[in-house]
DNA sequence: ATGGTGGGTTCCCCA
């Protein structure tokens, strides 16, 4: 809180959405950010996981999870419209390691959001598929693709499971822009990351059509990874006119 | 192949 509001009231973005909340939804900080004009709906539980969307407009047709029992209980997906854009917000299974039962776990969770994305969204609408994906898109993504290749966050199967869910029709801003390698969004603290310049792409906003045409800018924003007790992400920021 | 840092909870787990 000591570092999202200041950077709400700086940057004033119309919908913001969080992961890795660990917070339940009873406990959930609401005032301080609904003092900044900002309503929110929270979708959280105790340590691990949770998400949230904050918006200066109404925030309809919340939905929480995928309505799967065989992953609903760990609380990763939260959904809702605001104005004319669907939001889908996304905390994906990290994976630990290649071969883990975990992995196994990310892998099926990817798939079932590729179902769940095709049931539920209209590609004729404006829809952001949007978080923390702990996925690679490819190796521009990536600061030293010889050692991470293979490796969790950039192994093959993730990537396909990415574009499994992309080639449902939902693409990545940012080759809009630009084809250049880099603009990382996550550094890890173990390998004090940030401040040797060794991140990785994991986190995206991935669009429909009418979102992309839409799309004026894209953005991370790099100082939010610095200075005094930072989040180990940095926040990707994205413009639909 | 390993360990490093950081947060939150429990003397360990997850990222």
């Known amino acids: 809180m000591e570092r999202l509001l200041p950077w709400l009231s700086e940057k004033r973005p119309e919908i913001v959405c969080l992961q890795e909340t660990k917070c339940v939804d009873e406990a959930f900080p609401r005032e301080p950010i609904e003092e900044l004009g900002y309503s929110l709906v929270t979708f959280g539980q105790r340590t691990y996981n949770g998400v949230a969307i904050l918006a200066k407009g109404g925030i309809e047709d919340v939905i929480r999870g995928f309505g799967d029992e065989r992953f609903d209980d760990e609380a990763r997906v939260i959904g809702a419209t605001v104005e004319d854009v669907m939001v889908l917000n996304l905390y994906v299974v990290n994976g630990q390691s290649v071969g883990s039962e975990s992995y196994d776990f990310k892998l099926s969770w990817l798939e079932r ?11 004729a609408e404006k829809v952001v598929l949007l978080g923390d994906y702990n996925v690679t898109i490819d190796d521009r993504d990536v600061h030293d693709p010889e050692l991470w290749k293979g490796r969790i966050l950039c192994s093959a199967p993730e990537r396909a499971a990415l574009q499994a869910l992309m080639a449902e029709g939902y693409s990545d801003p ?3 822009f630009t084809e250049e390698a880099g603009h990382h969004t996550w550094w890890d603290f173990r390998t004090r990351g940030f401040q040797r310049g060794r991140g990785l792409r994991i986190d995206h906003a991935l669009l429909s059509p009418p979102a992309l045409e839409a799309c004026t800018a894209f953005e991370v924003d790099r100082e939010a990874r610095d200075g005094a007790k930072p989040s180990d992400h940095a926040p990707v920021i994205v413009t639909l006119d």
Not at 113 to 123: G, K, N, P, Q
């Open 113 to 123: 959001l590729r179902d769940f994305v095709r049931e539920r969204y209209d590609l």
């Open 174 to 176: 940012l080759r809009k």
